[in-house]
């Protein structure tokens, strides 16, 4: 459950695209992998999982969600097919989840390969530094990440007004994006270690956060757009 649930917050909410409101599960060589996307974000998550035989399905995202809300968060789930619906079974607990039609997209393709680390961090220290972003801009609007002398600089500004936050940091001097700080921060919510390493290969280029089981980018912004 815990591992759906780091992949469906990058779901999207807009109905006018229905493949992007589901979670792509595809089952193949002993594998599980979870995606979202909404054009935006993607996260992904796969896993080393016995299967008996090779399975895509797109369930909705929200029912999803709804199906895993009656399930501890910690719960461990069973995952399978029936009359092309998503069956999760846990414990005494059986939902099934209708499926939306069509196919996904290849998200692995959207993932860039190997791409430079630009600056590695304290996850919790990033994740609080963000928090207070959310003070004086609750509707989590963008903010510049920029690193100077050791230190990811972020400058925040609002209606509420104008504030920096630095995070103790290793990475390119000079290196600076534009980013939506709840995108950020849902992201290195569904990665795992105390320090993460933030991957870029241009100002304009997608953000990469990785874990050994997970990948989650977020795409630029535009200042121009603030």
């Known amino acids: 459950a815990a591992t759906i649930r780091k992949v469906s917050y990058a779901a999207s909410k807009d109905e006018t695209r229905p493949i992007l409101t589901g979670v792509s599960i595809v089952g193949a060589n002993n594998k599980i992998t979870f995606s ?5 974000r993607l996260a992904t998550v796969t896993l080393d999982v016995p299967i ?3 399975f895509t399905i797109l369930p909705s995202a929200v029912l999803l969600a709804e199906a895993l809300a009656v399930l ?9 097919l029936a009359d092309m619906r998503l069956v999760v079974t846990s414990g005494d607990s059986l939902i099934m989840v209708n499926t939306i039609p069509g196919n996904a997209p290849d998200f692995a393709r ?3 390969v190997s791409p430079p680390v630009m600056a590695t961090v304290d996850s919790a220290a990033l994740l ?3 928090d207070r972003i959310r003070v004086i801009d609750a509707d989590g609007n963008q903010s510049r990440y920029t690193i100077e002398s050791g230190q990811m600089v972020i400058y925040a500004t609002s209606q509420k007004g104008d504030a920096t936050f630095s995070v103790a940091c290793e990475g390119v001097e000079g290196w600076s994006i534009w980013l939506n700080d709840e995108y950020l921060r849902q992201a290195l919510r569904g990665v ?5 390493q933030i991957k870029n290969v241009g100002s304009m280029e ?8 997970s990948t989650h980018l ?8 603030r």
């Open 192 to 196: 795992e270690g105390s320090e993460i």
């Open 36 to 40: 979202a996307a909404d054009g935006f």
């Open 52 to 54: 008996e035989r090779d």
């Open 218 to 225: 977020v795409a630029p912004m535009n200042p121009t757009e």
């Open 206 to 213: 997608v953000v990469v956060i990785q874990d050994v089981n």
């Open 128 to 130: 609080r530094a963000i």
């Open 72 to 80: 501890p968060k910690a719960a461990i789930v069973e995952v399978g």
């Open 110 to 112: 959207l993932i860039p």
